[in-house]
């Protein structure tokens, strides 16, 4: 039996996994409430909030490179921040690939229940679960895979309707030959109708629709080049935002006033029905499942490998670190999957409060992770130029300023967290989860048994 995960994830498998985080659910349907919120000047947060998570993959980006390894920046939080930021982490980001995995179970649900109204939706959760479950338990190798063709369905998706949009605009396709032209996207009330406070409002929204990116750090343990996947994965992030997130909702906008958007579904299902697709909504459908499934695929992937991660640093039961002969931790895996299918459950009781209830409490775990990257970062930079040594060639430009600045736009999400009422939960549940951990951590002797981590040389 092989002692640790194998490098079979290649330049292709990171590349898309980049990609496809970054294309989720939210993109086909809940961009709309964030138009609702800001209305044109959504594109402003989208691309102001896309700034703030290049500069937390860069940071992540810079440590990976120099020690690509599966627990990633819960590795860097105990190396650089002490024993117990490592375990919080691990376990909050373990936490986090959880409930958006039972999130995006639950999406599965709910847009096969289109297609068969008279079956209940935990039977497509359930099922969601044994097979991406079962795929996982395979090689790293078929999840780089299924990924790959998950994302590929996605982009080609975005990409076409951005080019029908384009040919709609400037050439009046299914327009009776008159092009729209750009002036929906100033003509109902300009391109701040709610002022720069509903800008504001639509930030977290947007935000968090880039939650998963990270899981780029999380894969770099079994990518068999990191020192050259993981600097075109992580540079990609911000063209990829242009364009699947600016480019597309800039379209959206400019053929549809922003005020009717919402009303009839997806954006992404008026526009292809503008375009005379007449199965405009069970493609977006499909596409929507498979977006779904490809964030379950990646949250079962991620969930795993940081209980891997924890378990070889003595923050989990040892057996989680075993892997089969296939180097995939099995034990891991299933421990993720068997709570998982608390999901079916969860369906069965309350089959239409899901999804929003995951989305709301997990806002926390998000922002935690995203920040715990960011000072690890810091004090990374910190003992290299303690030690007289340069940074190495990928690195987070304009430090510190790029990271203070970033530390302070997480804060203003959670400040903004705690002013909804919807959102609040976030905070409470939060506080909770980190008050159970530090008991744990004190209880069961955690902090006796964690392996110190040297520094990479």
């Avoid at 970054?22 to 086909?28: K, S």
């Avoid at 289109?114 to 190798?141: A, C, H, Q, Y």
């Avoid at 409470?428 to 048994?449: C, D, E, N, Q």
Wanted: aromatic share 12%.
């Amino acid at each position: 039996m092989t002692q640790h995960l194998q490098r079979r994830l290649t330049p292709r498998h990171i590349t898309f996994m980049a990609l496809g985080m970054a294309i989720g659910a939210g993109l086909f349907l809940g961009s709309a409430d964030a138009i609702k919120l800001a209305g044109p000047s959504v594109l402003f947060a989208y691309l102001f909030g896309g700034v703030m998570i290049f500069v937390i993959m860069r940071a992540l980006g810079e440590m990976t490179v120099r020690d690509p390894v599966a627990g990633s920046f819960s590795v860097y939080a105990q190396r650089y921040l002490g024993p117990f930021a490592g375990y919080v982490t691990g376990w909050n980001y373990w936490l986090l690939m959880v409930g958006v995995g039972m999130a995006e179970a639950t999406a599965v649900g709910a847009y096969m229940h289109e297609w068969f109204p008279d079956w209940p939706r935990w039977i497509w959760v359930l099922g969601s679960v044994l097979m991406i479950g079962g795929l996982n338990l395979l090689t790293v190798k078929i999840y780089g895979e299924m990924e790959f063709w998950f994302t590929l369905v996605k982009v080609v998706t975005v990409l076409a309707m951005i080019a029908g949009g384009l040919a709609i605009i400037f050439l009046g396709w299914g327009n009776g030959g008159q092009p729209t032209g750009l002036s929906n996207l100033w003509s109902h009330g300009g391109w701040f109708p709610h002022g720069l406070m509903g800008m504001v409002l639509a930030l977290p929204v947007v935000v968090f629709s880039f939650g998963g990116v990270e899981t780029v750090g999380i894969a770099a343990g079994e990518a068999a080049q990191p020192e050259r996947t993981i600097p075109r994965a992580v540079n990609s992030v911000l063209w990829r935002i242009l364009i699947f997130y600016v480019g597309a909702l800039f379209v959206i906008m400019a053929i549809y006033p922003w005020t009717g958007l919402g009303e009839h579904g997806s954006p992404f299902v008026t526009t292809f029905a503008r375009l005379g697709i007449p199965q405009a909504a069970g493609v977006i459908n499909f596409v929507v499942i498979t977006a779904a499934l490809s964030g379950f695929n990646s949250t079962t992937f991620s969930g795993s490998r940081m209980l891997y991660s924890l378990a070889g640093k003595g923050q989990a039961p040892a057996g989680l670190a075993q892997v089969n002969r296939h180097g995939v931790p099995m034990r891991a895996i299933l421990l993720t999957l068997s709570v998982l299918l608390l999901a079916v459950l969860l369906n069965y009781l309350l089959p239409a409060k899901v999804f929003g209830i995951m989305m709301s409490i997990l806002s926390f775990n998000t922002v935690w992770t995203w920040s715990m990257v960011l000072l690890a970062h810091y004090s990374f930079r910190r003992r290299l130029r303690q030690r007289g040594e340069a940074p190495t060639g990928f690195r987070l430009r304009w430090w510190p300023l790029s990271g203070v600045v970033c530390l302070a736009f997480l804060g203003f999400v959670v400040v903004m967290l705690g002013v909804s009422p919807d959102t609040r939960v976030a905070l409470y549940v939060g506080a909770a989860w980190m008050a159970l951990l530090s008991i744990a951590y004190k209880l069961f002797g955690v902090h006796r048994r964690i392996v110190a981590l040297a520094e990479p040389a």
